[in-house]
């Protein structure tokens, strides 16, 4: 293999079984990755200049036919999973309404039951909220709240502290949004970003940008709200764009923190500001009295409403693989059960990658470019420029940006050595193609 394309890529790659096709190597993106196929709701169309919406409430049981985004069998009520040989069977007592098990590089599908069940999706909503408007802002930016910016919380909502007539940096929030679930550093940041209408309509935008077609924003911050549902499918896809961007893998991965509190007055009128600790919530970062910190862990985000129930997406690496898991509404009531279900679906996904066929994949986001077929070739800058940080100065989320692996664009195209050239007249190779996640921050005690 040349070294140029040893290079390109920081983990090994699965390279499919060559096989001639009838189209070129520069096929569209739409041959490259499928488009979804059309769903039981109004939302038939993958175009982001659509406007359809998925309807406005979660069905009681899942429906019979399901969106078929990432394959038939996503689209089938029940468990899907295809074990053969020595392949261990998926854990017994999972209760939860609707899971997923993929791998979070491949996109395989190695499990899942109910993918695209449309349910409240809770503060896991607050991954396609970050994947939106994190590149924004750059993290120094300093904001003085104002009374308007905290106007339209639900009643109940989790907060981080914010406190009317400080100066928070978005930093600070970000920290609020991932560690506390903060809905009031949500509402600061959506009002930051133009309101939240705005907000939420550029939700909606970059999640058919992703092909997330099972969500329906209502409110930023996962909140319930009629008619706000998304699936465990559509939540695994947010994580996995975000987890693209530095600035997202570094807050996701966060346990602990210091938080800025109040600006108070001495007796002398000198003023200070102290900070506060806040803790992840997120149990198998974290822990917790019953449980302990799950190994290879790296974030992302966890949610828990009335409508909801318990949600969660994780992501975890072990031996180089790295698994993203999601578990929505749980109907054993156990204290952490999310937890505890997600805890057994990463040790099944771990023991059985490699030894199950995929059910189905994750798809690319919409106007995905495929990257150059030639062994090492190197993407453009603006390609390779980190999708989550300041330098994007464009301020629109980049949904297929790599971060600064270098790995020359979001899908990396291989070329079997040899003979390509030689039967590039007659068709292609068809190989597997990876979306590396750069520099996780596993947490292990």
């Avoid at 970050?130 to 924004?136: C, F, N």
């Avoid at 990463?346 to 490699?354: E, P, V």
Wanted: charged letters at 15%; glycine letters at 10%; aromatic letters at 6%.
């Amino acid at each position: 293999m040349p070294a140029p394309m040893k290079q390109t890529v920081r983990r090994s790659l699965l390279v499919t079984s060559a096989t001639l096709a009838s189209f070129a190597l520069t096929a569209p993106v739409s041959l490259a990755a499928p488009s979804p196929s059309p769903t039981p709701s109004p939302t038939t169309s993958a175009s982001p200049s659509s406007t359809a919406k998925p309807s406005a409430s979660p069905s009681v049981t899942p429906p019979a036919n399901m969106s078929t985004v990432g394959g038939t069998r996503l689209g089938r009520a029940g468990t899907q999973v295809a074990i053969a040989g020595s392949a261990p069977v998926l854990p017994k007592d999972i209760s939860a309404r609707s899971w997923i098990v993929a791998d979070a590089e491949s996109g395989d599908v190695l499990a899942s039951h109910n993918a695209h069940w449309r349910l409240p999706p809770a503060s896991t909503l607050k991954m396609l909220f970050a994947d939106t408007v994190l590149p924004r802002f750059p993290r120094t930016t300093a904001h003085k709240v104002v009374p308007a910016d905290l106007a339209g919380m639900g009643s109940g909502s989790s907060l981080v502290g914010i406190k009317e007539g400080e100066t928070y940096t978005v930093h600070d929030l970000w920290l609020g949004v991932f560690l506390r679930s903060g809905n009031d550093a949500v509402h600061v940041l959506s009002a930051m970003n133009g309101g939240v209408r705005a907000t939420v309509k550029e939700m909606n935008e970059h999640a058919e940008e992703l092909q997330a077609l099972d969500t329906n924003v209502v409110s930023p911050d996962g909140y319930d709200a009629p008619g706000q549902v998304s699936s465990a499918y559509d939540l695994t896809l947010f994580a996995r764009s975000g987890l693209q961007k530095k600035d997202f893998r570094e807050y996701c991965s966060t346990v602990s923190a210091k938080f800025p509190g109040a600006t108070t007055k001495n007796k002398k009128g000198k003023t200070t500001r102290g900070t506060f600790e806040i803790q992840n919530t997120n149990r198998l970062l974290s822990g917790d009295y019953d449980m302990t910190q799950y190994p290879g862990i790296a974030g992302v985000k966890n949610g828990n409403t009335t409508n909801a129930g318990a949600t969660f997406t994780g992501v975890a690496e072990r031996n180089g693989r790295v698994l993203l898991v999601t578990v929505m509404n749980p109907s054993k009531t156990d204290h952490n059960e999310v937890y505890k279900e997600s805890a057994a679906l990463l040790d099944w996904g771990f023991q059985a990658a490699g030894k199950v066929t995929p059910v189905g994949e994750l798809v690319a986001p919409q106007g995905t470019t495929q990257a150059s077929a030639q062994p090492g070739a190197n993407a453009s800058p603006e390609a390779a420029g980190e999708a989550g940080g300041a330098g994007n100065v464009s301020g629109k989320p980049v949904a297929g940006a790599v971060a600064e692996s270098g790995s020359g664009g979001m899908w990396i195209a291989l070329a079997i050595t040899g003979g390509l050239l030689v039967l590039l007249a007659g068709g292609a190779f068809l190989v597997n193609r990876r979306w590396p996640l750069p520099d996780l921050v596993r947490r292990r005690r």
